[in-house]
């Protein structure tokens, strides 16, 4: 296993953990007198109310002083020496000390802070530069902390189907260096396939999730290779419980959408644990494309929804076997995307090319649970706000 | 309107020769500075009837289970956790115990063990704030946060290495003069000039070496350390302040600033009559922001002063005279007591090869325990052995 960094947090500070993993810049603010502190306590220190909740701040700040560590007592940092930090003064009250990205200026200085999850899965803070600029995103402070897919390979199971194509396309749009994509079926010709293995980063390779000596055999061949995998392979079908005799269909999306990630976890899991913060090529992320029906369950879309919760459950267990070689496991968890499964619902609906680009902005920002589009986002906030109001909802 | 403290003194000073690593605990460290106290003063146990102790790696026992460990039955306990302030606490604790009758003879231990590992897990678990908000940030420990504090000052009022540098070099060649210290060789401004960087702007000798070792002094009534022969020394004022200036955006100041005029009126002196001077300097800049806040010079004159004045036991300015943590090694808590012993012993006359001429009175400072980005606890003490 590699080296991760200090992972003890107090109880209280994992807020900004969950803020985080959203990819937001909150901060712990006093709901009686309104001040903003950090780090996060119990109480406020001005006004001792303990009604207090993580808020989204803004994210503007002051450089005060920088150093560049020569020596660390931690053996993360030691193998990533010289390592910049910096003190910053936020707009919104507390000074706060930050990991420092190599292109901010000076102090004093205007600086930008955001709150990124490190490679224990914690959160940090991040001093970066006021004015974004085109390669921000190599720094190599900044890449300790990201899973940009820039300079990475990587596995998209499904490129078959339009999110599969959307996916490739954005990630190699966004620099990855190689991309397999899976096709199950191989004799059967689906429209886009052919085009995008024009792409000169993509290879094709034959994957059928629901096999799994197909699933072991691909592991065998680049498991040791994959720096991202994204588990994409989905079977969406729109019944309830009533509305349909017998579990077969049930069975086939459980065996795709649950069963699919279990043969996938079994056989990528392990290589990839093996090269956690492996340097600078490493792997980085494995990606779940859930739904926004694992929170609550969709009537309409009843077994669906269920094989998505089991999903989501899995990728925690997942996520708790990679979290020690930090390797991120970011799950995905889109209201109905516009395809031919979800005809029926009206708009909004998420474009397949919304959504890939959303999870290529995830991976660049370090995000560990996205919800992209407007009916995911609100149904993140239905459903943070009042689990059962939210059930109620969906069934009426 | 504060009481006086009349009557209360302070002897015997002694102190456990430092190691850079041991394998005891610190229990062990803190028996010998309490079994040297009672060789010191020729006391029987039985004799200390008060006791303070302070350390980082007694954990998982305080105070009260080191009586046990020692077999002591006191009347009169304090546990002072307060790092470098530990000194200056503890003496205050202590005066009041025994200017109100609560304890006779109060012993005041300070000591901490250092095993290869032990400094990084100090670090980690050192508070809250620091697991939560500073460790993760490149486990730097005091380094990186005093790196912070030492580049805000050096760009706010023009400080340069080259005046760290002189009070470094000062304070080595005090170590020279003081056995105990962990520095042997004298120190150049060259070599401390071109030392490797550790956290900039701080370079090797800007960083204390922590170490195991222990320190302890008496503090109990004039009248009593007369009956029994003990040389000794008055306190005639002292201050106390912590997590004064709370909402600086980064440290500049501490404590003393507030309250340092109550220090001067109660011992009835001011900064100019002091013969000497002991204060906390885990890192030089500690040391300019204490000469500033105390009143030896303006705020932000740190580097002027430093400048006009020359710091060895023998020079206008004596500081620091045992060679301070930056030369004698930083043994945890016992950091904190380091220069109220080395005051003691000027003012007793037992500080042989290093000894201030007449050094009559002295002034000692402490400062502690950097909880997230600055030292929140400070306090002072001026000692003097007139009549």
């Known amino acids: 296993m590699p080296t991760l960094p200090p992972a003890a947090r107090s109880r209280v500070a994992l807020g900004l953990t969950a803020a985080a993993a959203l990819g937001r810049f909150e901060l712990q603010q006093c709901r009686d007198c309104g001040m903003v502190q950090y780090p996060p306590r119990e109480s406020c220190q001005r006004c001792l109310s303990v009604r207090l909740s993580w808020t989204r701040q803004d994210d503007k700040g002051e450089l005060l002083a920088a150093t560049v560590l020569h020596h660390s007592n931690d053996l993360f940092f030691r193998e990533r020496l010289p390592w910049r930090l910096g003190l910053v003064k936020l707009a919104c009250g507390p000074t706060v000390v930050a990991h420092l990205h190599a292109d901010a200026p000076p102090a004093p200085a205007k600086l930008r802070v955001a709150v990124r999850l490190d490679r224990a899965g914690l959160a940090v803070l991040v001093g970066l530069p006021d004015k974004e600029n085109v390669n921000m995103a190599d720094d190599r402070q900044l890449r300790e902390f990201t899973c940009d897919p820039k300079h990475r390979k990587v596995l998209v199971t499904d490129g078959k189907s339009a999110v599969g194509q959307a996916l490739v396309k954005a990630l190699a749009a966004a620099g990855a260096e190689l991309i397999w994509v899976g096709h199950a079926e191989p004799w059967k010709r689906l429209p886009g396939f052919d085009e995008l293995q024009k792409l000169p980063q993509v290879t094709a390779v034959p994957l059928d999730v629901t096999d799994s000596k197909n699933v072991r055999e691909l592991a065998a061949e680049i498991g040791a290779k994959v720096d991202i995998l994204v588990s994409n392979a989905e079977l969406h079908r729109t019944h309830g419980i009533a509305s349909r005799q017998g579990v077969e269909t049930a069975r086939a999306e459980m065996d795709v959408n649950y069963f699919g990630l279990l043969r996938l976890a079994q056989e990528f899991g392990p290589p990839m644990r093996a090269r956690g913060a492996d340097g600078v090529a490493s792997a980085v992320a494995w990606v779940n494309l859930l739904s926004i029906y694992a929170l609550a369950n969709f009537p309409p879309h009843g077994t669906f929804s269920a094989s998505k919760a089991a999903a989501q459950s899995l990728a925690q267990c997942l996520r708790a076997e990679m979290r020690p070689a930090g390797v991120r496991v970011v799950n995905v968890f889109p209201g109905p995307i516009d395809d031919e499964w979800n005809q029926l619902l009206p708009p909004p609906k998420l474009a397949p090319a919304a959504l890939a680009t959303a999870t290529v902005g995830a991976l660049r920002e370090g995000v560990e649970d996205l919800y992209p589009g407007d009916v995911a986002q609100e149904w993140l906030e239905r459903w943070r706000d009042n689990p059962k109001a939210l059930e109620r909802e969906l069934s009426s | 309107m504060r009481q ?332 904190g007591f380091l220069g109220m012993v080395e005051a003691i012993r000027q003012l007793t006359g037992e500080a042989p090869g290093r000894q201030v001429p007449d050094a009559k009175i002295g002034l000692v400072s402490g400062f502690g325990m950097i909880n997230y980005d600055r030292g929140l606890g400070s306090g002072a003490a001026i000692l003097s052995s007139d009549e």
């Not at chain 2, 303070?52 to 046990?68: C, E, K, N, R, Y």
């Not at chain 2, 678990?125 to 005093?146: C, E, M, T």
């Not at chain 2, 401004?189 to 490797?196: G, H, K, P, S, W």
């Not at chain 2, 008055?234 to 709370?246: D, K, M, P, Q």
């Open chain 2, 4 to 335: 006086p403290y009349h009557g209360v003194v302070l002897a015997a000073p002694v102190t456990v020769p430092y190691v850079r690593y041991s394998i005891r605990s610190a229990h062990w460290w803190l028996a010998r500075a309490f079994s040297s106290l009672l060789e010191k003063s020729k006391l029987k146990k039985e004799e200390i009837d008060g006791l303070t102790v302070s350390s980082f790696t007694l954990a998982p026992d305080t105070a009260i289970g080191f009586t046990q460990h020692i077999g002591l039955s006191p009347r009169w306990l304090d546990h002072v956790p307060l790092g470098g302030a530990s000194g200056v606490v503890a003496l205050r604790r202590a005066a009041r115990a025994v200017q109100a009758g609560d304890a006779e003879i109060v012993a005041c231990l300070a000591g901490d063990t250092n095993h290869v590992d032990s400094f990084r897990l100090t670090l980690a678990n050192f508070s809250q704030f620091a697991r939560d908000a500073v460790y993760p940030y490149g486990a730097g420990g005091p380094n990186a946060s005093f790196a912070f504090l030492t580049a805000h000052y050096m760009q706010r009022y023009g400080a340069k290495r080259e005046d760290f540098g002189k009070l470094c070099v000062a304070q080595r060649a005090n170590a020279l003069k003081y056995s105990h210290a962990l520095f042997k060789k004298p120190l150049t401004l060259d070599e401390y000039l071109n030392a490797r960087p550790i956290a900039e702007p701080l370079h090797l000798f800007d960083c204390v070496m922590p170490c195991a070792g222990a320190e302890a002094f008496l503090v109990l009534s004039e009248e009593k350390a007369r009956t029994i022969g003990l040389p000794y020394v008055r306190l005639l004022g002292t201050i106390e302040w912590h997590n004064a200036f709370s909402s600086d955006p980064v440290q500049l100041r501490a404590g003393w600033a507030l309250d340092r005029e109550e220090l001067y009126t109660q011992a009835g002196r001011s900064p100019n009559e002091m013969h000497f001077v002991q204060v906390y300097d885990d890192y030089p800049v500690i040391t300019l922001m204490q000469l500033e806040d105390l009143g030896f010079c303006g705020k932000g004159e740190g580097p002027a002063f430093v400048r006009e004045h020359r710091f060895t036991w023998d020079g206008d300015f004596p500081l620091n005279t045992s060679g301070g943590q930056l030369s004698a090694g930083q043994a945890g808590a016992a950091g």
